[in-house]
Nanobody, 116 residues
Framework: QVQLVESGGGLVQAGGSLRLSCAASGNSFSIARMGWYRQAPGKQRELVAVITNSGITNFADSVKGRFTISRDNAKNTVYLQMNSLKPEDTAVYFC??????????WGRGTQVTVSS
């Protein structure tokens, strides 16, 4: 079993920055990839960014050039640096982890609110 603990959400003005963190813990797991999804009220959950264990990244078009994703493999932690935030970035952000054995885990989510 893998547990994901997110932190770093909050309220920020448009144009501001936030950094989300997600730490994974558990017994005997090998990470294939970690990433972030978000879900705004009344909308489906969508991919924000993902990073594989080899460092390959992928971003939603809506956040390219504004968000970066990174990992600390020693700490099993993934970070999402969000710059130039817009009101449309407001959502609950969920950490996601896929193991090499193809099991998926989700965090509980952290609220990000961007005011105009």
């Amino acid at each position: 079993q893998v547990q994901l603990v997110e932190s770093g959400g909050g309220l920020v003005q448009a144009g501001g920055s936030l950094r989300l963190s997600c730490a994974a813990s558990g017994n005997s797991f090998s990470i294939a990839r970690m990433g972030w999804y978000r879900q705004a009220p009344g909308k489906q959950r969508e991919l924000v960014a993902v990073i594989t264990n080899s460092g390959i990244t992928n971003f939603a078009d809506s956040v390219k050039g504004r968000f970066t994703i990174s990992r600390d493999n020693a700490k099993n932690t993934v970070y999402l640096q969000m710059n130039s935030l817009k009101p449309e970035d407001t959502a609950v952000y969920f950490c996601n982890l896929w193991t090499i054995s193809q099991r998926a885990y989700w965090g509980r989510g952290t609220q990000v609110t961007v005011s105009s």
